[in-house]
């Protein structure tokens, strides 16, 4: 049976946590007509199950606006019960749950229902809307931003409703508030815009406004980058400022993470993303063209390497307190004791736990000490099916499993 800091409890706020190993919010694709599925209550069950301390419930949209595609769930009270659900298979595994709440702002490949430009930090040319018809954006007017900081804390409430046991506020990966955050985003000549305290006024006034309307009850961390991984994006000096501002505004842990969804893809994974599985899954001719611009954009030699944020993530453990939770190519216990013997708090994996739920109790078992994953990427291409996001090494999931589970 292993020791050591991996498999001894940690404190997030008003949350403990059994071990230090979180489940990654990372796209399910387990979703339909907006709420939860019975695919997703397993996904997460499994994983449970399998030794992890929490888990989290990726991309959580507070608004229908927010969504970035149709399926997408977005927290209204008819989720509740399905949610309740999941929350409460979870718990029957002994372990906790996040909802990564988040809007996707300009990067959506829905159309606006208002027949308004999708909203960003800035305004001009929308790559990810011009692939769906909407190919301009909108700078946000300072009037709106209380609005949907607003929206923030109410999803924050009815996930707590649910039975979610923590929050996890996704400032990262090109979505609404890392749009403010991001220097090559954000173009702006007001207070919401320039320096990094501008940049970040708005991601700040979201936690401060959910911690206002669950931070006694709830764990409330923040998913923020690293290295954005293209010109004129976020540098670990960013990271770790930011990290200075959420720790004095009262966060309780981050996630740290990297890479954008339009710019930088394969940063997200630190290894090339699977374009030609990607192309059989999109039926469109220019999402399709897209792809083979993304191929060209990709580096010729990125291929992966454990703990690839390693070197910007310790420019953050550097420069807070705040419980970090390390993101970002964790394979192998030596990988995890690496890196919390360097004072990080929990290590986030999400493709590992993808390939094998049961790794964490393999790893206290000592009956395994390195992931089975190769890193193919493979995943990422599934999201978008019938029977979402999967490891293509693994058995497929049963199909009768992605049907919606009844709302109230």
Known sequence: MATGKAFTPLTLGPLGLRNRFVKSGAN????????????????????AAGGAAMTTMAYCAVAPEGRTFADQLFIRPE??????????????????ISAQITHG???????????????????????T??????????????????????????????AREAGFDAVEIHMGHGYLLSQFLSPGENKRRDDFGGSLENRARFPRMVLQRVLDAVGKEMAVGCKIGVFEGYR?????????????????????????????NVQSPWWIFGSPMPVSSMKREDPSFIGR?????????????????????HDHSIQVRAATTLPLLYLGG???????????????????????????PELVNKFAA?????????????????????????CVLRPLPDPAENQAIAGT
Do not use: W
């Open 28 to 47: 399910e694709g387990m979703y339909r007509r907006g709420l939860p599925t019975k695919a997703l209550v397993r996904h997460h069950r499994e994983i």
């Open 79 to 96: 989720a509740l019960a399905p949610l309740r659900a999941l929350t409460d298979a979870v718990h029957g595994e002994g372990a906790a």
């Open 105 to 127: 702002g300009a990067f959506s490949f829905l159309k606006p229902t208002d027949g308004r430009r999708p909203g960003s930090a800035s305004g001009g040319f929308n790559p």
């Open 129 to 158: 809307g011009a692939l769906h018809g909407v190919p301009l954006k909108r700078a946000l007017d300072p009037s709106e931003l209380p609005v949907l900081a607003d929206t923030f804390a109410d999803g924050a409430r009815l």
């Open 232 to 260: 004129g994006g976020g540098l670990a000096r960013d990271a770790a400022g930011l990290a200075r501002m959420l720790e004095a505004d009262g966060a309780h842990f981050l996630v740290l993470t990297g890479g954008m």
């Open 289 to 309: 063209r897209a792809l083979d611009i993304l191929r060209l954009m990709q580096p010729k030699d990125l291929a992966f390497r454990e703990l690839y944020f």
């Open 330 to 356: 964790v394979t192998s216990m030596a990988g995890v004791d690496q890196v919390l013997g360097e004072g990080f708090d929990a290590v986030v994996l999400a493709r590992a736990l993808l390939h094998d």
């Open 366 to 390: 000592g009956t395994a000490t390195r992931s089975g994953c190769t890193a193919c990427n493979e995943c990422v291409a599934t999201m978008h099916t019938p029977l979402g996001t999967h």
